[in-house]
């Protein structure tokens, strides 16, 4: 149900058939957006839907595929309405399993309208889950009328030991992506994260259990296991009450400007800022835990925020390295060494953190969408203050700072973009995400396939982000099209054609009409949208 500690506030009892389950998943994702910041996650999806639907089924009740997909498309449509502060959607997220339920619930028995069933949820039939994926990608690919693709929710799928490449409605799911523009992947695969190459790099990459894990806002990867450590009280539970305090970011470009001369320095400074983030989200943690009847709906479904991280984000190591004379950045053999050196250390202090405090902590490489782009800015005006020419990205007032350990999008080998993956997202918890940016469409079983090779490495998470296009005089699609490369619309012929491209991790138009490439390859229109800051070609 949707419970609420508020004495004015309406509440619901368990849901009892699919159709109010649906309105209480839009429901409240509605409700916790106003009250947090950050993404909500529907976690195990189509498990629970599909739950529903054979119960449901058992008792005689029929659902035929176009109910099921005009009911997903209902969820869908009122996920993406802007209900929250400054007329935006709320940010929401969700997985898919393919023929089976999620590893962390499938043995607990099915609860239907608060009742237990006297099945399982590995006892539901594979078609169960297929009939509801099949209707949710359906009306995720039939977007809007005019032509816009649907942003939310984002979708993950796990890949797991055990994963069918071959499941033709995973395939499906490939096939009709292009509409909308993507899908997050998380690998739960063993072997890969047991390489000795990788390890002797990064000893803190490390295969995940995906019956103790869960995937958030900026895909947070929980270890439930750390959370049962600290008294969280969720291990082996299938209460999805995990997240983020607050994100507050370490500028690594400034710290390696301004103490890097000295490595000991550096590494105390380190320290010394880590501490005063920490102070900050232990602040932050008391006075929300202070002031619970300000979130109503939230401590409804959370007693307390043990299972909530402090989160330490890291911006510019890339453009800091090259600043301290590493002229390649994170290219850069011996930079990329230091590099994991001084991410090391900053686990360490995490960890003496989580020992110490008693709460659970976590190092992000975040978006940085906004922070990236103030961080260049103050760093640019410390040099002009102190005498000093620094590197950061962009151009003029379009500046900014790569996320993370990352490379730019702009490194052009997309191999060292892999590789830097593999080696660096070890040590996020959150935000370490590989963007496949695709331009064309390729073969489902093709994709698949580079997938399951890709996964082979130890990569957290990536994503497959097709490139749409849109006519916005008749709402034409355009997919796995770039508006660079249309002059006008096939259908109206107009010459108003946007792009929409990942940016922040959803999809978002970045330019509109009368597409360039400037000549230092960044996107340029009559209007643009993060272009500049966030997609290179």
Not at 109 to 118: L, S, T
Not at 409 to 420: G, R, V, Y
């Amino acid at each position: 149900g949707i419970p609420s500690l508020a004495k004015n506030m309406l509440e619901s009892d368990a849901a009892a058939s699919l159709f109010t389950l649906i309105r209480h998943f839009s429901n409240i994702v509605t409700l916790m957006s106003q009250q947090v910041s950050g993404a909500v996650m529907l976690a195990q999806m189509t498990t629970i839907l599909a739950s529903y639907l054979y119960d449901e089924e058992l008792r005689g009740v029929d659902y035929s595929d176009k109910l099921l997909t005009r009911l997903m498309y209902q969820l869908i449509y009122e996920l993406n309405l802007p209900l929250r502060a400054g007329s935006e959607s709320a940010f929401s997220n969700c997985t898919l399993e393919f023929g089976k339920p999620s590893e962390d619930i499938k043995d607990e028995y099915v609860v239907v309208g608060g009742e237990p069933r006297e099945y399982r949820y590995t006892d539901i039939p594979a078609t169960y889950f297929d009939r509801i994926n099949v209707a949710f990608i359906s009306a995720m690919a039939k977007g809007t009328n005019k032509g816009i693709p649907l942003t939310f929710p984002l979708i993950t799928v796990q890949i797991d030991d055990n994963f069918n490449y071959h499941n033709p409605v995973f395939l499906l799911l490939l096939e009709k992506m292009y509409t909308w523009g993507g899908v997050y992947f998380e690998n739960f695969r063993t072997e890969a994260f047991n390489d000795p190459y990788y390890k002797n790099l990064n000893p803190l990459i490390k295969a995940k259990d995906p019956a103790v894990s869960r995937s958030l806002c900026c895909r947070l990867n929980i270890n439930l296991g750390l959370l049962s450590r600290l008294g969280g009280g969720i291990f082996g539970s299938s209460v999805g009450n995990v997240g983020a305090i607050q994100v507050l970011n370490l500028n690594m470009n400034r710290m390696l400007i301004e103490f890097g001369h000295d490595e000991a320095l550096l590494k105390d400074k380190i320290r010394e800022y880590m501490e005063i983030m920490e102070e900050g989200h232990l602040a932050k943690r008391k006075w929300v835990e202070d002031h619970k009847e300000l979130y109503p709906t939230f401590f409804a479904f959370n007693k307390n925020l043990k299972n909530y991280f402090n989160v330490f984000a890291v911006t510019g190591m890339h453009e800091g390295l090259i600043n301290v004379g590493y002229p390649l950045g994170m290219n850069d053999p011996n930079g990329k060494l230091y590099a994991h050196e001084l991410m090391q250390y900053m686990s360490k202090v995490v960890d003496d953190f989580i020992v110490r405090d008693r709460v659970a902590c976590g190092i992000e490489y975040a978006p940085a969408e906004n922070a990236g782009i103030k961080l260049a800015r103050n760093d640019v005006k410390w040099a002009e203050k102190h005498g000093r020419k620094i590197f950061v990205q962009g151009e003029s007032d379009n500046i900014f700072l790569t996320s993370g350990c990352m490379l730019p999008f702009s490194e052009p080998d997309f191999t060292k973009q892999i590789e830097n993956a593999a080696e660096f997202q070890g040590y996020a918890t959150s935000g370490s995400i590989l963007h496949h940016f695709i331009e064309s469409k390729i073969e489902p079983e093709l994709l698949a396939k580079y997938i399951e090779r890709l996964f082979r490495k130890p990569i957290n998470y990536i994503t497959l982000s097709p490139t749409v296009s849109s006519c916005l005089s008749c709402g034409q699609t355009l997919a796995a099209t770039d508006a660079l490369h249309v002059d006008e619309c096939p259908t109206c012929h107009s010459t108003d054609i946007g792009t929409y491209s990942r940016v922040i991790g959803y999809v978002r138009m970045i330019a509109r009409k009368n597409i360039k490439i400037n000549e230092k390859g960044y996107y340029k229109g009559d209007y643009n949208f993060w272009s500049k800051a966030r997609r290179f070609d």
